[in-house]
């Protein structure tokens, strides 16, 4: 959510920025916060004034009584009676201005940074820079269902008689490889000075509100029935919602934390669910790191965070590279963000396996997160980035280690998670 103040001074700019996202229907929205708010600003002052009167009239009544004019002292207290009334009034229409106003807020974009490249989709995101060499071996890879079939560690038809489709059972060395990826993500964001924090998996609506936009929310969470509770799509929701309300000392700053958690999503949307794969499922596991920053250092702060997933997937010997989020492609929430892709020497191409978005104040505003520092209280800026999420890493895992008899190569940093075990050998 953007300040208002925004509108009240850069109302173009606000304008222009919902025209570089291609959300034009949202263009309304501007001009009827800005009617809104003088209404509400007009209805405040009035209240504030009738409020004043109030206080004067009431400090008249003693002096009223100690000089005997008692009858004038009624009258007044009659006059106040009617100030309450319509200061009763007042009160009721500013909160429901207020709430009119919020309403639209919530869904006006964030401002997007000036590096943003401007396209509609992502098919228009843009390739950065790639990290090691893409290599495509003299043999083929087989699908990574098959790969994980042969190792005797995926089975999705047991998974779809308990769960359904987009669910899946990991078995044995596969299960364990997992699992060396996950605690391996953990140690590397400690050794980068992260604090490690296993978070609720569910939150309350109102963290929801604040972490996400409405769309977002619908096309993402699970709700539990009857609850005011939601599966958690990425930690990052109940990370950044850990600080809700709180005002942090700036002392404290930068806030930096690596969080793990399984991962719950719908998926809805025209791509639907993987039959045999689990690239694209329900359920899934994550470490994740969440920043809290002053708002000057969030530049630098992003590219440190991208820069660690790179470093941990080349740690792997998994090709990757960036991608620049353009500005129809980002939520409405982001300022700036980009994706981690991996190479997949199967497909010849490169795909997603982490994203890194810097959100400026908009999650802190909406959760009232604040820093105390010398100057007064602000908010503070929220970064997050997926270290690792799997099984994605997992398949890039497989495919970038896979040797022609169907073995896969463990990489030495994962070799200590798997028990000193460098490789893994088919069943089948």
């Given at each position: 959510?953007?300040?208002?103040?925004?509108?009240?001074?850069?109302?173009?700019?606000?304008?222009?920025?919902?025209?570089?996202?291609?959300?034009?229907?949202?263009?309304?929205?501007?001009?009827?916060?800005?009617?809104?708010?003088?209404?509400?600003?007009?209805?405040?002052?009035?209240?504030?004034?009738?409020?004043?009167?109030?206080?004067?009239?009431?400090?008249?009544?003693?002096?009223?009584?100690?000089?005997?004019?008692?009858?004038?002292?009624?009258?007044?207290?009659?006059?106040?009676?009617?100030?309450?009334?319509?200061?009763?009034?007042?009160?009721?229409?500013?909160?429901?201005?207020?709430?009119?106003?919020?309403?639209?807020?919530?869904?006006?974009?964030?401002?997007?940074?000036?590096?943003?490249?401007?396209?509609?989709?992502?098919?228009?995101?843009?390739?950065?820079?790639?990290?090691?060499?893409?290599?495509?071996?003299?043999?083929?890879?087989?699908?990574?269902?098959?790969?994980?079939?042969?190792?005797?560690?995926?089975?999705?038809?047991?998974?779809?008689?308990?769960?359904?489709?987009?669910?899946?059972?990991?078995?044995?060395?596969?299960?364990?490889?997992?699992?060396?990826?996950?605690?391996?993500?953990?140690?590397?964001?400690?050794?980068?000075?992260?604090?490690?924090?296993?978070?609720?998996?569910?939150?309350?609506?109102?963290?929801?509100?604040?972490?996400?936009?409405?769309?977002?929310?619908?096309?993402?969470?699970?709700?539990?029935?009857?609850?005011?509770?939601?599966?958690?799509?990425t930690s990052e929701h109940s990370m950044i919602g850990k600080f809700k309300g709180q005002i942090v000392k700036e002392?404290?700053?930068?806030?930096?934390?690596?969080?793990?958690?399984?991962?719950?999503?719908?998926?809805?949307?025209?791509?639907?669910?993987?039959?045999?794969?689990?690239?694209?499922?329900?359920?899934?596991?994550?470490?994740?790191?969440?920043?809290?920053?002053?708002?000057?250092?969030?530049?630098?702060?992003?590219?440190?965070?991208?820069?660690?997933?790179?470093?941990?997937?080349?740690?792997?010997?998994?090709?990757?590279?960036?991608?620049?989020?353009?500005?129809?492609?980002?939520?409405?929430?982001?300022?700036?963000?980009?994706?981690?892709?991996?190479?997949?020497?199967?497909?010849?191409?490169?795909?997603?396996?982490?994203?890194?978005?810097?959100?400026?104040?908009?999650?802190?505003?909406?959760?009232?997160?604040?820093?105390?520092?010398?100057?007064?209280?602000?908010?503070?800026?929220?970064?997050?980035?997926?270290?690792?999420?799997?099984?994605?890493?997992?398949?890039?895992?497989?495919?970038?280690?896979?040797?022609?008899?169907?073995?896969?190569?463990?990489?030495?940093?994962?070799?200590?998670?798997?028990?000193?075990?460098?490789?893994?050998?088919?069943?089948?």
């Amino acid at each position: 959510m953007i300040d208002i103040r925004l509108i009240r001074e850069q109302k173009e700019l606000v304008k222009e920025n919902i025209k570089k996202k291609f959300q034009d229907e949202k263009l309304p929205l501007v001009d009827e916060v800005e009617k809104l708010d003088l209404e509400f600003r007009k209805c405040k002052e009035e209240g504030d004034n009738l409020r004043a009167l109030k206080n004067k009239k009431s400090s008249e009544i003693g002096t009223l009584m100690r000089e005997g004019k008692k009858e004038e002292a009624n009258k007044v207290k009659e006059e106040i009676a009617e100030f309450g009334n319509k200061e009763k009034e007042l009160q009721e229409k500013e909160e429901q201005l207020q709430e009119e106003i919020k309403k639209r807020m919530m869904v006006i974009p964030n401002i997007i940074d000036e590096s943003v490249p401007i396209g509609k989709d992502d098919s228009e995101n843009v390739e950065v820079e790639r990290f090691g060499e893409p290599v495509v071996p003299s043999y083929e890879i087989p699908y990574h269902a098959d790969i994980c079939e042969r190792l005797n560690g995926l089975d999705k038809e047991s998974a779809g008689r308990t769960s359904g489709n987009g669910f899946y059972y990991l078995m044995g060395d596969v299960a364990r490889l997992h699992s060396a990826l996950i605690s391996y993500a953990r140690d590397f964001m400690i050794g980068k000075g992260f604090t490690y924090c296993v978070p609720p998996f569910m939150i309350r609506s109102d963290v929801v509100n604040g972490v996400m936009s409405f769309s977002e929310m619908e096309a993402m969470m699970y709700k539990i029935e009857g609850e005011d509770l939601y599966l958690i799509g990425t930690s990052e929701h109940s990370m950044i919602g850990k600080f809700k309300g709180q005002i942090v000392k700036e002392s404290e700053l930068p806030i930096t934390l690596t969080s793990y958690s399984p991962c719950f999503r719908k998926e809805v949307g025209a791509h639907g669910m993987e039959e045999r794969g689990i690239y694209r499922v329900h359920q899934f596991e994550k470490q994740e790191m969440v920043v809290l920053c002053k708002p000057e250092e969030a530049m630098d702060w992003y590219n440190k965070m991208w820069s660690y997933t790179v470093e941990f997937f080349r740690s792997l010997d998994i090709p990757v590279r960036t991608l620049e989020c353009c500005s129809g492609d980002l939520a409405d929430l982001k300022v700036k963000s980009c994706d981690v892709e991996a190479w997949s020497p199967r497909q010849q191409k490169y795909f997603e396996v982490g994203s890194c978005s810097t959100l400026g104040d908009a999650q802190a505003r909406r959760l009232s997160i604040r820093a105390k520092g010398e100057k007064g209280n602000y908010l503070v800026s929220t970064l997050n980035n997926t270290v690792l999420a799997t099984p994605r890493g997992l398949i890039a895992l497989l495919e970038n280690n896979y040797n022609e008899d169907g073995s896969i190569n463990v990489p030495k940093a994962l070799q200590p998670y798997m028990g000193g075990q460098k490789i893994v050998k088919p069943k089948k």
